[in-house]
């Protein structure tokens, strides 16, 4: 496991800079207690993350051992003291991820998919978790809450608090810390699921903490490119309309979000289709509307030669077009008579 390895890593630092287990002069009349003792006493020192936790048990009762306790009951001369620092440490931490990691985890699922309310929650773990995020425990929470899982397509929390539009928790666990630009096996950002799942409020949040616009997933597709495909619950997929964001749809209000923010209107998936390109073949005019008029090129051709052009068939973007090559006409026209 990743904490596994990165636990290793602390122990092989603490090794190399703790004077304990040189083998300086000065140490070399210690008794094996004395180094004993130092040792954790050191470790104690070292590990705030493992010695909060075990506070924690100890305090709910799930453990009747301090950290210093446990090192102190665990440690032996049996393999070495060195070697069985480590394998100590490890189990600590297998204690850490049975009493808190795990309970955990079992109360971010339950508040995900039944909704339950968090603001007013007494759940200790989640409590000590939300308290110590940016101090001791801060370690512990960056992997936790990242942590991916092979049953969702590899997601992570976040991914599965966006599927279930579950706006509170998605909350909470940007405040712990969690990764706003993984993906998941498909290539998801939280952002693209956002927008799949047509969650303005959830973009928003993303947004504005500043996740990557121009990931793509693993057909090339960005959030911009998500946003294009039409509305489920939208009867008429033609139909006219002013860009009032009052009526727009979800993914309207979100590709309109996306291009106020910077997203990238001409970046192309393995098809070489560009956002414009797929907003036209899935009838969403008001977001052609919204693209043309924010500078998408329309002559980018796709991975078959074709544009836009070769394919219109609605009056309106016609009209839009036309609109657009007279603006690029005025603008040569423009530019070569300031040359003369």
Known sequence: MIMMKNIHVLILLL????PIFTTQESHVQKS??????EIIDQATKDLPMLVTCFN????HNVSNQSFHEYVTEHLNHATGLECNFGQTIEKAEDVILAKIRDPFFKTMHHAIHEKKALNTTDDPVLLFMIQHKDGCMNFFIQQWVNQTDPRIDNGTLLHQAIAKKNLECVDLLITLGANINTQN???????????FYNHTEIADILIATGADLNIPDHVGE??????TLADLNTPEVYRQTTLDYTKLTNSEKIALKLIAAGADLNCKDKYGCTPLYRAYSSCKIVIVQMLITAGAHINIKNNEGNTIDDNIFSPEIHALFKQ?????DDQKIAIFENQI
């Open 222 to 227: 960005t959030a911009l490119h998500c946003a």
């Open 56 to 59: 924690f048990l100890q305090e």
């Open 15 to 18: 090794s190399v800079q703790s």
């Open 185 to 195: 096996k498909s290539g998801w950002t939280p952002l693209y699921a956002a927008t």
């Open 324 to 328: 657009v090559r007279q603006k690029n």
């Open 32 to 37: 094996n207690a004395q180094i004993r003792n």
